[in-house]
């Protein structure tokens, strides 16, 4: 069974405020229920320190191939120091950028990208990083992704604050926005859950699910 992020050993994290905080922890805690059954090779795109991999592998043997990708060295080996930690097997992690996926074609049966695209600095690389994951993953399976809710004051005032202090940005993208890039590339959103508050439009996030045809990866790449 998955484990919530309170139940891993979180010593090797050096930036806790960045990879513990309420938001990006619910966003992860709440990713593990959109894990198939029957995948077989899971692509985790921002894997940071690996925490997502960790949680859903924690205490269980799996026979799931598992491959983490992070544009950070130091990010990835705190990875590998968070598995050492919690005794989690059977990932492999990669260094390479989002933006040109370093694999094949229908590769992945789940590709995940978690509280990583409002760190992109626009909406052109969102549909980029959109195009990478629909290539890597097969037909029949997902690509899964969060956003944070543009509508909601507190993460508008968050990601102002933190724009006018910090040296790379935070963007709130509207859903509305993303689901007209994937409906231009003939997907539709299959499943969408609010993170947050229990009144929908007011969410701090949104997951989104994906589902890849293989019509539609014809028509639409």
Request: proline letters at 3%.
């Amino acid at each position: 069974m998955s484990r919530s992020t309170k139940q891993i050993n979180t010593a090797a994290i050096t930036h806790k405020c960045a990879f513990l905080g309420a938001m990006v922890s619910s966003v992860r805690d709440k990713a593990l229920t959109f894990v198939r059954e029957g995948n077989t090779k899971i692509l985790d795109i921002g894997c940071g320190n690996g925490l997502f991999f960790a949680q859903m592998l924690l205490g269980r043997e799996s026979d799931i191939s598992c491959v983490g990708l992070d544009y950070s060295f130091d990010n990835l080996q705190e990875a590998r120091r968070v598995f050492a930690d919690n005794r989690v097997t059977g990932c492999d992690l990669v260094l390479g950028n989002a933006l040109g996926l370093p694999f094949q074609r229908d590769t992945f049966d789940q590709i995940f990208c978690l509280n990583t695209i409002y760190n992109l600095p626009s909406v052109g690389d969102v549909e980029c990083l959109i195009d990478q994951m629909i290539q890597a993953c097969a037909p029949g399976g997902s690509i899964v992704f969060d956003l944070r809710n543009s509508q909601n004051p507190f993460v508008r005032f968050k990601f102002w604050l933190h724009n006018r202090n910090a040296g790379f940005p935070t963007i709130a993208y509207p859903c509305r926005q993303i689901a007209q890039i994937l409906n231009g590339k003939g997907f539709m959103v299959v499943r969408k859950q609010a993170i947050g508050l229990p009144i929908r439009w007011l969410a701090y996030a949104y997951l989104i699910e994906v589902k890849i045809e293989r019509k539609n990866r014809k028509a639409g790449n």
